[in-house]
T-cell receptor, first 111, second 115 residues
Framework: DTEVTQTPKHLVMGMTNKKSLKCEQH?????MYWYKQKAKKPPELMFV???????INESVPSRFSPECPNSSLLNLHLHALQPEDSALYLC??????????FGPGTRLTVT | LAKTTQPISMDSYEGQEVNITCSHN???????ITWYQQFPSQGPRFIIQ???TKVTNEVASLFIPADRKSSTLSLPRVSLSDTAVYYC????????????????FGSGTRLQVQP
């Protein structure tokens, strides 16, 4: 199974809402990632977890809060987002960091 | 962190070979070169990875000259379904373990295949 799953596929939320994005992989990969991608732009790395510990935080605003409950799951908690945070949020996992498996993404719209 | 430069876009026709070149002048000794493909509203998909010379798989070939300051992704006989954005990444495969800066996606090359 080389699949990374993400839920929900689409999410619309207001600026005062709290929501969470979920990501799951069952490939036994040691690293998991969150990326943000705006239209016609490359993915931008947000967070990296290695062995369930946060190893990289690319200066992401605190309204984005990652969580890695176990080696298969990765969450991204969202609170008080801004309209400019609307984007495709991608999760990835890997065993070797340059070979990442990406999920289909969650299309987030902040109203 | 090795920065990559790729053409913004390329056009081709079905059945032709497409070569996309990526420039990475400050590639480091430990860095590998990895290419991803991305369709609209989907996550990137790994295509091929190499360190030096030539690598070939069922999808593409990757040519890397001796100085490793550039690389060329070769797609043989493209079809309409190859229309996508292609990203070249350069970085240390063990960047998380070593604490070095993570891989960064460049701007990518938008390939349009015409019938």
């Amino acid at each position: 199974d080389t699949e990374v799953t993400q839920t929900p596929k689409h999410l619309v939320m207001g600026m005062t809402n709290k929501k969470s994005l979920k990501c799951e992989q069952h490939m036994g990969h040691r690293a998991m990632y969150w990326y943000k991608q705006k239209a016609k732009k490359p993915p931008e790395l947000m967070f990296v977890y290695s062995y369930e510990k946060l190893s990289i935080n690319e200066s992401v605003p605190s309204r984005f809060s990652p969580e890695c409950p176990n080696s298969s799951l990765l969450n991204l908690h969202l609170h008080a987002l801004q309209p400019e945070d609307s984007a495709l949020y991608l999760c990835a996992s890997s065993q070797t960091d340059s070979l990442q498996y990406f999920g289909p993404g969650t299309r987030l719209t902040v109203t | 962190l090795a920065k990559t430069t790729q053409p913004i876009s390329m056009d081709s026709y079905e059945g032709q070979e497409v070569n996309i070149t990526c420039s990475h002048n400050n590639i480091a000794t430990n860095d590998y070169i990895t290419w991803y493909q991305q369709f609209p509203s989907q996550g990137p998909r790994f295509i091929i990875q190499g360190y030096k010379t030539k690598v070939t798989n069922e999808v593409a070939s990757l040519f890397i000259p001796a100085d490793r300051k550039s690389s060329t992704l070769s797609l043989p006989r493209v079809s309409l379904s190859d229309t996508a954005v292609y990203y070249c990444l350069v970085g240390d495969p063990l960047f998380v373990d070593t604490g070095r800066r993570a891989l960064t996606f460049g701007s990518g090359t938008r390939l349009q295949v015409q019938p």
